[in-house]
């Protein structure tokens, strides 16, 4: 029998260790913080005051960016955003433009047909990086040419399977294709038009994302960012056209 340090006088039950204790107070006795409560709803008032704290899921998150990505997550926000390619419907315009990215939807649309779209489309360069970008003798610019690497078993190097690119080790072979087939090593030659902020991206759904976050104040050229995923979205209707 333990001691009466792992006693609970509310019920009169005795358990073995402290943590049994503890996790017996937070299920049964509205417990948080070394302090208990009249009532479930005094609780959540103290856990929405001192705490991240979701509400409707009565979930709690160590951190408030923990918070706010649950909260923008599928958990809490509608699939409105609906891929005019396969129909799989998403929560925002970048996780949209991530799939279409990835290589994975049937209308064959890819991250490199997307990049050669965007540089056409931002003549003036509000989201493009000019000077990533390949110049024709008209003045045009273009996306950079894009060299497909598969790796096979050969890069095994004893422990892991390595790029040799940037050296980093993957467990599996199809791992570190799927690394070669990301935007992991592609140019930058995306930017945000953000005053003062010029932070630069080699994928169109990080920089959407970017613009989404509010992080730098860059809402106000929401509309071109809206306007570049409609061209996105037309690109792959007329793909999935093709294909079907």
């Not at 340090?5 to 107070?25: A, K, P, S, V, W």
């Not at 690119?165 to 090593?185: G, I, K, V, Y």
């Amino acid at each position: 029998m333990s001691s009466l340090h792992h006693f609970c006088t509310r019920c009169e039950e005795d358990f073995d260790y402290e943590d049994e204790l503890e996790m017996h107070f937070e299920q049964d006795h509205h417990y948080c913080c070394s302090q208990f409560f009249d009532s479930e709803r005094q609780l959540r008032a103290h856990k929405n005051d001192h705490h991240w704290y979701c509400e409707s899921c009565n979930r709690t998150f160590r951190s408030e960016s923990n918070l706010d990505s649950h909260l923008r997550s599928s958990v809490h926000l509608p699939r409105r955003f609906k891929c005019p390619g396969c129909n799989n419907a998403f929560i925002s315009p970048a996780a949209l433009i991530l799939h279409c990215e990835a290589g994975r939807c049937p209308s064959g649309v890819t991250r490199q047909a997307i990049d050669r779209l965007v540089v056409a489309f931002d003549r003036n360069n509000i989201i493009t990086n000019p000077n990533r970008l390949l110049q024709g003798p008209d003045g045009s610019y273009s996306a950079p040419s894009t060299i497909t690497s598969w790796a096979t078993r050969n890069s095994f190097n004893g422990q892991a399977y390595e790029c040799v690119l940037c050296h980093r080790e993957f467990r599996t072979l199809d791992a570190l294709n799927s690394h070669l087939r990301s935007p992991a090593h592609a140019d930058k030659i995306y930017r945000c038009p953000g005053n003062g902020c010029g932070t630069q991206f080699r994928a169109l759904s990080a920089l959407v994302q970017h613009v989404e976050s509010g992080s730098c104040g860059v809402k106000k050229f929401r509309n071109q960012i809206d306007q570049m995923v409609g061209s996105v979205a037309s690109l792959v209707s007329g793909m999935r056209s093709l294909t079907f």
